[in-house]
């Protein structure tokens, strides 16, 4: 079935088109733009032959809904034609959850770079390690030295590129070919760039998951999470899928799709603003080093130039040696960075972080105090007033 309600289009759409046009079935919408939010469980079999043929385009909430249908219609046209398939989940963790669930067993090896999310090391140092799945973790420059890290029982490899707090660069398509070597499927949490910026199923990937709850959702009002798979990996996903019984709120599902319809006008100016504060902040007397892959100073840079094909607005920066209450003084005083978790909104936020106490592969040493930022929507000229502000009080302090 056709994906969009156009005509087939003489070319491949470009990429912005096909997050406007993808999963748009207006015969089935009845003209309407976009699909009905369907709320359901119970989905009416007409006749007994057709319920004992399990017959029908939907069989029960929890398998699909016309909503669910047309949001990973789109999805999978944006992910490209490596994709066989997406799996949605209640949040980005569940994703990353259902993904290593369905490829690991009791025994299995599990290879994870040590600039994952946070949450995704507990995963594994809680669940798996209880159900017999050992991790070991690496350095995300490790390069190709990451083939000594495998065993003969090494299932697969988890990357993040950039990392969501450090912002270390991996090398995908080589970590991909050497665990497909050795027969290991590689996860990618693709959350920071989004399949809009890092196609990571073209590069050797094989499942790559978004907490959607950041810039596809893209207004912080859900929480949401997407598997997208190869042929490889599909059916494990699949299977995993229906066996926990994932599934995803259908408003939570409409305001996804809604939110993908502009994703390619929200990050062009995440990129375009993050830039252009990464670029400020790194000529700040106060700032010792900007964490950001699209800076050219960045060690990670030409791999990102490489990979990807744009930038968000998270990245991180360091501050030079300054006492807890500087610090504070700082988040106390700005107004239009706001204190707190998650990020992919609309808005500007500002976060302080440490990841040196659960590195494990790799010291964390970065000499001063870290925060994390996020570049909103806001005018850029407001958030370097706002930041300087921030600044005084620092410096005051
Ligand atoms: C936020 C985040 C997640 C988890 O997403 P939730 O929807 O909050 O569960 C996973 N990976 C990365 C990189 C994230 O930033």
Redesign the pocket.
Known sequence: MNSSDNNEPSQPLKAETTLVTAGRDTKAQKGFVNPPVVHGSTVLYPTAEDLHAHRGEYQYGRRGTPTTKALQQALMALEGPQCAGVGLAP??????STALLAVLKSGDHLLVCDN??R??RNFCEGLLSRYGVATTYFDPLIGPGIAELFKPNTRAVLV?AP??QTFEMPDIPLIASVAHERGALVID?N??ATPLYHRSLDQGVDIS??????YIGGHSDI???TISANARAWPLISEAIQLLGICAGPDDVFLALRGLRTLAVRLAQHHRSGLEMARWLAARPEVTRVLHPALESDPGHAIWKRDFTGASG?FSIVLKPAPQKAVDALLDTVKLFGMG????GFESLVIPFDCEPYRTATKWSPGGPTLRLHIGLENVDDLKADLERGFAAFNAA
């Open positions: 949040s980005g963790l569940s994703a990353i994952a999310y949450p995704t993040e990392g969501s949490d959350t920071w998951m978004q907490a959607a709850t950041k929480m949401f999470g998270l978790y998650s990020w992919g």
